[in-house]
């Protein structure tokens, strides 16, 4: 099973939105609603963000949202703060009955 | 609260086998599917494993199939991991993450250091 594509950075300004995209596959991210997005920062366990391809836990910021377009998932984060600077990573459940994590995505806040 | 409380670091030799454990609180064990999912130094998040607790319904990732046993003490609430024939790649942070019932990682350990050095 193949990594899901991320890109490896991306970045903005503090108040601007930014988008990280993720994409699978027919087997995975196009064939199920269960994709799901973490923020990592360094040193710590990821904290999840997205879940069912849009739905924040409770808890998390209505600045985080999430979609899905064919094969390719993505996490919107609106109005980017400087708390926000962090890893992001998707992740699919696959139909041979396991999950893929995307590569990661380092945001950086300028 | 969920807690999942992890074993703490550990270090082996190239071919010898790990096993590192999850004490889980603050919830019905029984209720949710527990993984593991592993970080190696500067790499991303990489899926091991998945075990139900209500019986011992195992889903491994083919690339450890054959190496890695997940197991669970449902008294104890505690799940393990098991990672054997140990390779100087396998050097990581191991996680535990339960499943939120919709295929997601909803609570996560605090992470386990396992270092393979010879």
């Known amino acids: 099973q193949s990594a899901l594509t991320q890109p490896a950075s991306v970045s903005g300004s503090p108040g601007q939105s930014i988008t990280i995209s993720c994409t699978g596959t027919?087997?995975?991210?196009?064939?199920?609603?269960?994709v799901s997005w973490y923020q990592q920062h360094p040193g710590k366990a990821p904290k999840l963000m997205i879940f069912?391809?849009?739905n924040r836990p409770s808890g998390v910021s209505n600045r985080f949202s999430g979609s899905k377009s064919g094969n390719t998932a993505s996490l919107t984060i609106s109005g980017v703060q400087a708390e926000d600077e962090a890893d992001y990573y998707c992740?699919?459940?696959?139909?041979?009955?396991?999950?893929?994590f995307g590569g990661g995505t380092k945001l950086t806040v300028l | 609260q969920v807690q999942l409380v992890q074993s703490g670091a550990d270090v082996k030799k190239p071919g010898a086998s790990v096993k590192v454990s999850c004490k889980a609180s603050?919830?019905?064990?029984?209720?949710?599917?527990m993984h593991w999912v592993r970080q190696a130094p500067g790499q991303g998040l990489e899926w091991m494993g998945r075990?139900?607790?209500?019986?011992?319904?195992?889903n491994y990732a083919q690339k450890f199939q054959g190496r890695i046993t997940v197991t669970r003490d449902t008294p104890t609430s505690t799940v393990y991991m098991e990672l054997h024939s140990l390779r100087t790649e396998d050097t990581a942070v191991y996680y535990c993450?339960?499943?939120?019932?919709?295929?997601?990682?909803?609570?996560w350990g605090q992470g386990t250091l396992v270092t393979v050095s010879s």
């Open positions: 993450a339960r499943d939120g019932n919709n295929w997601n990682f909803d609570s």
């Open positions: 603050g919830y019905t064990f029984s209720s949710y599917y």
């Open positions: 075990i139900n607790p209500r019986g011992d319904g195992t």
């Open positions: 027919s087997s995975d991210v196009g064939a199920y609603n269960y």
């Open positions: 069912d391809v849009s």
């Open positions: 992740s699919s459940y696959t139909s041979s009955v396991t999950w893929v």
